[in-house]
């Protein structure tokens, strides 16, 4: 259309127009934008942002639908626009309640959450009513009263004496203040014969959305920085696991260990440690129930359990005994489960006793079979004389002892099938052949197929093999 075949009433009137039509496609742009961002940090469980985001985009969209600029220049039917309008301006109180119930909780007797409700009633019986029968905008007098009443019922709730007034909160008001007062001017002018002027509900808005946006942001880069500091103490947490491990594994005659230590998050509650005693080693491996944070604390006090009962290193019954008696009563709701191997490759022996920990698994060279190691107990401190027992083997070249936690019989594939015993058991015997870091590196790649991921295991992994030259 030509500008010199508008006439000039009409046309200054289309120029005034494009101020609302650009604000409306801006608020529509950002309330795009923020709903992206909410749904990236979906997990953060905090729906302001996506709440936001569905009114911001709903009300911009209208405010630029609605001007007759944009109605000349889109190719898009009258009646469409309307329905358009109309479908917007019945459901747009609906994200809008359920922000402020984010930000300001239910409400009195759940007030504010029966005000969304009431507004998806509403829209659910009007729009299909109103678009069946013809009669667009019949239910429009019941939506302004409703308006006024949710407008009310906010200020009271925002406003109400005894909520703490943090800095959101603070925000909220002023800016929920001023929108009410065009909200209610725009609804309430025809009943009380205020003055007729253009609608200027959209810069009561503008302010509006300022304000949330403040707010609707700050939540977002508050919980990343939130994030953030959670992610430094964890690795802080997790470089201090890693300093109580042994630094290195060690080297004696006639044996050779290989470890793998694999934390399903970024501190885990496996532990292993090493009792040197001459020619002869004890290997210690240890599953602290649960993960993270709580199972890695007491997995550090199992460090020091270990190092105070060092003098009984040669006995893994009285070694388990000591470990035993110093967590009776300290573990609460958890518990720790323990095999203790002591290796003397020039005695030829290994004496093993465990404390409700999945048995060893030995590889007998000379007779080309795995055998468990079935000298168990009770888990660490459940009672204050538990007495543990510890059994004796010949082991002799070529034999092969697997120590591990339960994180790897329990390994799952996808379809939600444990590896299992069966399984485990096969695979040592199949590759009992290998020194013991090939072994070891060969296991862990079997578990990694198995589970079809390298990374996000459910349980903490730990393996220890050692190997008799």
Known sequence: MAASSVPPDVFAGLRGDALPIAVGVFLAGVGVVVGLLALAFWRRRDRAPLWFSLFTTGYGIRLATNERLAQLLLAVPPAALELLDRSITYTIPIPFVLFLEEMIGPGWHR?????????????????????????????????????????????????????????????????????????????????????????????????????????????????????????????????????????????????????????????????????????????????????????????????????AQAAEAASPARLLTGMSRIFYGKLKNQFITAAYLYADPRAGRCTYASAGHPPPLHWRAAEARVVELQQGGLVLGRL??????????????GDRVLLFTDGIPEARNRAGEALGDERLRAFLAGHAALRPEALATALLARIVEWTGRQEGLEDDLTLIVLGVD
Request: aromatic share 10%; no cysteine.
């Open 384 to 397: 204050a004389r538990a007495e543990y027992r510890e059994a004796e083997v010949p082991v002799a070249s």
């Open 111 to 307: 007030s504010i959450r029966r005000l969304w409700q009431v507004h998806l009633a509403f829209a659910l019986i009007a729009l299909p009513v109103e678009t069946v029968r013809g009669t667009p905008w019949a239910f429009g007098g019941v939506y302004r009263w409703l308006i006024v009443a949710g407008t009310v019922i906010g200020l009271a709730h925002v406003y109400w004496p005894g909520s703490a007034a943090s800095p959101e909160l603070r925000r909220l008001r002023i800016s929920y203040l001023i929108l009410s007062v065009f909200i209610l001017h725009e609804n309430l002018r025809d009943v009380f014969f205020l003055p007729r002027m253009p609608s200027v509900e959209w810069l009561g808005f503008l302010i509006f959305f300022g304000a949330l946006g403040f707010i609707a942001a700050d939540r977002l880069l508050g919980a990343e920085r939130r994030l953030s500091a959670i992610r430094q103490e964890l690795e802080t947490a997790r470089r201090i696991q890693a300093s109580i491990l042994p630094a290195e594994v060690p080297r004696l005659p006639g044996l050779e260990v290989a470890v793998r230590y694999v934390p399903a998050a970024e501190v885990a509650g496996d532990y292993y440690d090493f009792l040197p005693a001459g020619d002869a080693l004890g290997l210690l491996v240890a599953d602290v129930s649960g993960h993270g944070v709580p199972a890695a604390l007491i997995a550090a006090m199992v460090k020091i359990a270990v190092g």
